[in-house]
């Protein structure tokens, strides 16, 4: 066969090759492509993170950073004392004129003490789940030892603290750890990773064809 016509085919399969490449670096995971992970987050509640009220509550108001969908049992909250006793617990009921922002009636009076809001929502944005925590008393003030965990729970979920002050250290107090990520948020970290590295691969690969290319075009010139 002619040195020319082998040339040629060798530029045609690295071509085919670096076609290929391309398509898988762009192609969507199974599952979908890659989403966002911004959620419909906490950013404020009444009573707000870690509040100390002088009676207990009629309601509970929390305000999230993304609208929520509209779906029975997609948004929930439960509310816990924090011997484990659960007061209170059912679907968020979103306001009709800011779907940033849900709210629950509390039938029950609190006693004196301290008090877990666990909430769960789906947003209306990009179709996510999430869950978190915040905290809050009645009757009277946190004990040094509950300010650190509270302060540890708010670094966790990046909620800020009510005096700005930093998180406690690794270990400080002995409360219950924040919830889990919903199981979502976890597969779609994986999944994000799992793209980088194929972009990665294929960028590299790409390169390596390209100088492949470039160098047996030098040599035929030679």
């Keep these: 066969m002619p040195r020319g016509s082998v040339s040629v085919r060798r530029g045609r399969i690295a071509a085919a090759v670096l076609a290929a490449l391309v398509l898988a670096a762009l192609a969507p995971l199974p599952g979908g492509p890659p989403r966002a992970f911004a959620h419909a987050n906490y950013e404020r509640s009444e009573p707000a993170f870690a509040a100390e ?37 059912g679907d968020l009921s979103l306001d009709g004129d800011d779907r940033h922002h849900a709210f629950a009636v509390l039938d029950a009076v609190l006693p004196d003490g ?5 909430w769960t929502n789906l947003s209306a944005d990009d179709g996510d789940t999430a869950a978190g925590r915040f ?16 302060r540890a729970l708010a670094d966790e979920l990046l909620v800020p603290y009510p005096d700005g002050s ?5 270990g400080a107090g002995a409360g219950a750890p924040p919830p889990p990520l919903p199981a979502v948020v976890v597969e779609e970290e994986a999944e994000s990773g799992l793209h980088t590295a194929v972009l990665g691969i294929a960028a590299v690969s790409l390169l390596a064809i390209a100088g492949l290319v470039a160098g047996r075009g030098l040599g035929r010139r030679r």
Aim: no cysteine; proline share 3%.
């Design 53 to 89: 009220l002088a009676e207990s509550p009629g309601r509970i108001d929390i305000w999230f950073s993304q609208q929520l969908f509209r779906q029975q049992g997609a948004n929930t909250f439960t509310l816990t004392a924090d011997g484990g006793d659960i007061i209170a617990a």
């Design 135 to 150: 905290v809050f008393y009645v009757g009277r003030a946190a004990t040094d030892a509950e300010v650190a965990e509270d």
């Design 166 to 170: 930093a998180a406690a250290e690794p």
């Design 114 to 118: 301290r008090y877990f809001v666990d």
